[in-house]
């Protein structure tokens, strides 16, 4: 985590701050010039990096093999389409610590020189994980596994510092089903606080890389699994443990398929305060239309940083049996590809204005909590400002906490009695006898991706 001189959390997103502040400048001086008329296509990027990059600074990278790096059919496609890698195996704990502090970074340093002397953004893939643990480490426990572990996070963070922009600092610790529980390892049995004491470790090896909770299946909202990640966040975001990102892997592969509420998934951790990045995409026989609504849903969540797909070429996939990536095994481009550099393309960046209703954006809390529960419902959007509404339930008389995105501000509000914060972003609302639904009207001030989140629901 990014802190500031006073030891606070700094925003995690200034590095993205900064090349945006570049992109605005550059529109700027167009628009200062006033007499250039771009047509419509002018800006269309033909690349799926160089289009991302275009909206607020946003990336679109590919898992690397560090054996594939000799392939020029290979290299050729990563080079031109995208700026941001991960590497696939070369940076997990077995290929990183063979033997106990024998510390072996070969094949990670040749992807990331690869990488970095491209302009390619790089994700440390993964540091803590009971998965592709080297034999020395499945066979311990205990204090001494907490011990390894810890000093595996250290060295190899440290290794990297400077050089990886975000971290998977714990991948996959929840179990999958409707247990919400975590799942059962060597590292979960060293007691249930080893996933915060990585972080920490992480973070003071290398204060200025991005730290991420990072695992699949958390796709869908109404998961059991999802809930539980989302708590976990919530609690580490309440008590300052040091986390700035949620990875969802996203592998609509092996019988999972893409969620209708994935939007809602997004933007929900990301009202906690933390990007969200997608981190392992792949669709069964690449659907277009999976692809594009993938696409569209990060681009329509602000804190929605980029898009990395598990593989180059169907032929390099984990899962090339269901040839769910972006090119052909002859390096060709799928109709997927055109589908995702098309919606990126159309996409909105931050400041630009939607023509079409967002669906879905507005966060609601999970249940529980205040005695009432909430569901937001996107409402007319139009060039400046946009409606919502919220139906309580559960209580008849209940006050609800509502909270826009500075510089939006609420200007109108229907159907209960309302006050307002100073500055118009929060809105504390209490039934009136019209009814369980309310609405307010958010004037956008520059914000066309913001969406409201409610912060409580009080019963009473
Ligand atoms: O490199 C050896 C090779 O020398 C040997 O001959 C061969 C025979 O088994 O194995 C090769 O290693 C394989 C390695 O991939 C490189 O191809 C491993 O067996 C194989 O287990 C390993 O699979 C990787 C898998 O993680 C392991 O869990 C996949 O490549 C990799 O795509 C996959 O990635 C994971 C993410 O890290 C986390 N999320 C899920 C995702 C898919 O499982």
Not at 385 to 411: E, F, K, L
């Amino acid at each position: 985590m990014i802190r500031n001189s006073t030891g606070g959390a700094r925003d995690p997103r200034t590095r993205f701050r900064t090349r945006f502040a570049l992109v605005v400048g550059a529109v700027g001086i167009l628009a200062t010039v006033g007499a250039v008329v771009l047509p419509s296509t002018a800006s269309a990027a033909s690349t799926l990096g160089a289009s991302a990059a275009e909206r607020g600074g946003r990336y679109f990278g590919t898992a690397v093999a560090a054996s594939r790096l000799g392939d020029s059919a290979y290299t050729t496609i990563l080079n031109r389409e995208f700026n941001q890698v991960t590497p696939e195996n070369e940076m997990k704990i077995d290929a990183t610590e063979p033997q106990q502090g024998q510390f072996s970074y070969g094949n990670a340093d040749r992807i990331v020189q690869h990488a970095r002397s491209r302009g390619m953004q790089v994700r440390g893939h993964t540091l803590a994980w009971h998965s592709q643990q080297p034999g020395w480490m499945q066979n311990m426990s205990g204090s001494a596994l907490r011990s390894a572990m810890l000093n595996h996070v250290t060295q190899v963070a440290t290794h990297f510092r400077g050089q990886v922009a975000w971290w998977d600092v714990v991948n996959e610790a929840f179990a999958d089903g409707s247990s919400g529980a975590r799942r059962d390892s060597n590292l979960q049995r060293t007691g249930n606080d080893w996933i915060e004491a990585a972080f920490r470790a992480a973070d003071a090896a290398d204060p200025n890389a991005q730290l991420c909770y990072n695992d699949y299946n958390i796709d869908n909202w109404s998961d059991a699994k999802t809930q539980a990640v989302y708590r976990m966040v919530q609690d580490f975001r309440s008590r300052g443990v040091p986390i700035d990102c949620v990875g969802l892997q996203s592998h609509f592969t092996g019988g999972s398929n893409y969620p209708s509420n994935y939007r809602t998934t997004l933007s929900s951790f990301a009202a906690l305060g933390v990007d969200v990045h997608i981190t392992e995409l792949d669709i069964r026989n690449a659907p277009s239309d999976a692809y594009r609504n993938v696409t569209n849903d990060c681009l329509a969540v602000s804190r929605c940083r980029g898009i990395t797909v598990w593989g180059i070429r169907d032929s390099d996939s984990w899962r090339s049996g269901e040839s769910p990536l972006l090119f052909n095994g002859s390096g060709q481009k799928k109709a997927a590809y055109d589908a995702v550099l098309t919606a990126l393309n159309n996409g909105n960046p931050p400041g630009g204005n939607p023509t079409t209703p967002p669906g879905g954006n507005p966060t609601t809390p999970p249940p529980g909590g205040g005695g009432c529960t909430t569901s937001v419902t996107a409402g007319t959007v139009w060039g400046d400002r946009y409606n919502t509404s919220v139906t309580v339930s559960g209580a008849s008389s209940w006050t609800v906490v509502v909270a826009v995105t500075s510089p939006q501000s609420i200007s109108t509000t229907w159907s209960g009695s309302a006050s307002l914060s100073s500055n118009n972003t929060v809105l504390t609302m209490r039934s009136n006898g019209s009814g369980n639904t309310f609405g307010f009207t958010t004037m956008m001030n520059g914000n066309s991706s913001a969406r409201p989140q409610v912060r409580s629901c009080t019963a009473g």
